[in-house]
């Protein structure tokens, strides 16, 4: 897909703020540094327009980027941030919650991880919030492009295991250096879940 349009549209605390249009939402989850706004900014073809730091203590939002008015990308923040106080953490931990199990827009999600490593516990969690309330997941294995083509099929199976990924949710190899997998996320998602 070639994306021309673009719009930050908000960035949301609490649900009455959330668009309310209808259009199908995906959203972004992955640990802080994993590459997630790298990720968003290829495969929308912009260089920064989701922002690329990690620093902890960011207000903690979800923003809602629309895609050619035909949907949502809502970049969830960044998880598994060792210095996160206790209490911003719960408040993560809520904000996600209660979009993530209420949001009747969200059509999937898609868990951003580093193909190089193995998923976190933190990773794992995330999958397993995700099945436990049976929202569709596609796996970002990103940063393809720092490993060796002939090991990438070893480390995807590495973190499916880790995951233990169901079959209906697909794995990606991806990179946001040089596009790999790109095309196959915006067929994924305009074909299977439009
Ligand atoms: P975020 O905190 O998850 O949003 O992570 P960022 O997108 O800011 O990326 C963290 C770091 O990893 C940055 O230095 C990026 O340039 C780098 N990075 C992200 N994706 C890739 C990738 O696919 N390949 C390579 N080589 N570096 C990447």
């Known amino acids: 897909m070639k994306v021309n349009n673009v719009e930050m549209v908000i960035s949301a605390v609490k649900p009455d703020q959330y668009p309310d ?5 995906f959203a972004l989850a992955g640990r802080s540094n994993v590459g997630k706004s790298s990720f968003i900014n290829k495969m929308i073809n912009r260089k920064s327009l989701a922002r690329t730091s990690s620093k902890p203590g960011k207000t903690q939002t979800l923003n809602f980027y629309k895609i ?4 949502y990308f809502v970049d969830v923040p960044g998880y598994g941030f060792a210095k996160v106080s206790k209490r911003e953490r719960e408040a993560w931990g809520q904000m996600i919650e209660t979009y993530m199990t209420s949001r009747k827009e969200l059509q999937a999600v898609m868990l951003i991880v580093d193909l190089r490593h193995p998923p ?4 794992v969690m995330m999958y397993d919030f995700l099945k436990y309330y049976d929202i569709p997941c596609v796996v970002i294995a990103t940063k393809a492009d720092k490993i060796p083509k002939g090991k990438w099929s070893k480390h995807s199976k590495i973190t499916k295991e880790k995951l233990n990924l169901i079959p209906e949710d697909e794995l990606i190899i991806f990179s946001s250096e040089t596009g790999e997998g790109k095309e196959t996320v915006w067929n994924i998602l305009t074909k299977r879940f439009k």
């Open 21 to 25: 249009e209808g259009l199908p939402e």
């Open 68 to 71: 050619e008015e035909m949907l």
């Open 120 to 123: 976190t516990e933190d990773d």
